[in-house]
């Protein structure tokens, strides 16, 4: 047997701690508060882009390998903690290839009292710091999703309709059947395969609110209701951070999980119980704040200039086949 050897060698593992280094005393410089979340959860999440991992723990029943921190901070940030940050291992279902891994690590922190403007700042200048690369700084370009799909697709993510959507995206039969009426994925579709791949190699690019049907856990931008404040970083075409200034509203955040839900049921997918301590934490005041996830694994993907995550982890994915 030889496939027991890891898949990258220590000179990887060096780049990693120098970037999680780099990553620490970044936020040590700025006084935010390191933090642990458990890897462990009672309930899966409800966002239909995200498959929750499920395992069983003994006679306790069937519980979830968290796909993020991002809840549990939230709990923490509503029972008066300050700017946190975690990093920690977080896992994902059906994520595996040459970008993805279902188990990978995450940086994510949020900031207390912290706009748009001010997050986004923020991730640049810790993009910047984690690659090394002091020019990052003063090139990346930032533009609105409406504007790069202007730019890179001559499309109008307003007003277009299904018909020009699908043609943009060169859709066949199959696939127009597939997507049908769902105009957030034919717009993710675009975005990925027509929108993304012509952003400027070897420099950042931020796109800044995305349609508010696509606001996961953001707020709706308080002067264009049709969009939110989300956000994601993109190192080329290869996404590296998603932000958002934060939804703090407890209804409306149960709201979006019902509406989550009944899109997993309309596909076949799972649905489990949301997580009660999310919304009784909001119920309780989430302040103010904006919150970013990087994955840390597609960072040094950027930094060692490879388009293979075998090449930055010690471990891929195993799939053992009996």
């Not at 990258?8 to 593992?13: F, I, K, L, V």
């Not at 499920?54 to 008066?80: D, I, Q, Y």
């Not at 995206?169 to 059947?177: F, K, T």
Request: aromatic share 8%; glycine share 6%.
């Amino acid at each position: 047997m030889t496939d027991w050897r890891p898949s990258s060698g220590p000179d990887a593992a060096r780049r990693r701690a120098a970037l999680l280094e780099r990553v620490r005393q970044f936020f040590a410089d700025r006084g935010v508060l390191a933090i642990d979340t458990p890897a462990l959860a009672q309930d899966a999440v409800s966002d239909p882009q995200i498959e929750s991992i499920s395992v069983r723990s003994g006679c306790s029943g069937e519980h979830f390998l968290n796909p993020s921190p991002e809840f549990c901070m939230k709990r923490l940030l509503a029972a008066g903690y300050p700017d946190i940050y975690a990093i920690c291992r977080v896992f994902r279902g059906g994520e595996a290839g040459k970008r993805h891994q279902p188990e990978f690590t995450m940086v994510e922190w949020y900031r207390l009292g912290f706009g748009l403007d001010s997050i986004v700042a923020e991730t640049v200048q810790l993009l910047t710091q984690a690659l090394d690369d002091p020019k990052l700084a003063t090139t990346a370009e930032q533009l609105d999703y409406a504007a790069a799909f202007r730019r890179h697709a001559n499309i109008d993510v307003f007003n277009a309709g299904i018909d020009e959507l699908a043609a943009c995206a060169g859709a066949d039969i199959d696939l127009r059947a597939a997507i049908a009426n769902d105009q957030d994925a034919w717009h993710n579709l675009i975005f990925s395969a027509v929108v993304t791949p012509q952003f400027a190699p070897g420099k950042l690019t931020v796109v800044r609110h995305y349609p508010a049907s696509q606001a996961a856990l953001s707020r709706i931008c308080p002067i264009d209701n049709r969009v939110a404040d989300r956000f994601e970083i993109f190192y080329g075409a290869n996404e590296l951070a998603n932000g958002y200034v934060e939804l703090t509203d407890a209804d409306e955040q149960m709201q979006r999980i019902n509406t989550d839900q009944e899109k997993r049921r309309l596909s076949g997918r799972p649905v489990a119980a949301y997580d009660k301590h999310l919304i009784a934490a909001l119920e309780a005041g989430l302040p103010e704040c904006a919150g970013v996830a990087v994955g840390l694994e597609r960072v040094q993907m950027a930094h060692d200039k490879t388009g293979d995550i075998g090449n930055v982890v010690t471990f891929t994915f195993e799939e053992h086949h009996d």
